[in-house]
């Protein structure tokens, strides 16, 4: 009876830690995560770009010409290696 309420009681531990694991990604990693394939995505694609310094500011345009963001911030030397 005692293995299996210590079983139990790793299970439980388990639970526990992966949900925090999860909890940890999904509010600190992911979003940083998600804004560089964004700002990636975007920059890639952008045009009319204005401003001064390491980042500019630029618009994007999807595939079927709808204005999908307009004022992204993206860094100067993607802009320079696309020229």
């Known amino acids: 009876m005692k293995d299996a309420t210590g079983e139990l009681s790793m299970t439980a531990i388990a639970v526990v830690a992966?949900?925090?694991?999860?909890?940890?990604?999904?509010?600190?990693?992911w979003p940083n995560i998600r804004a560089g394939i964004i700002r990636n995505t975007y920059c890639s694609q952008a045009f009319n770009c204005e401003g001064t310094g390491e980042m500019l500011t630029c618009d994007y345009?999807?595939?079927?010409?709808?204005?999908v963001v307009d004022g992204v911030t993206c860094p100067a030397e993607d802009k320079v290696k696309l020229k």
């Open 61 to 67: 345009v999807d595939e079927d010409g709808k204005l």
């Open 18 to 29: 992966i949900a925090a694991i999860g909890v940890v990604f999904t509010t600190l990693i």
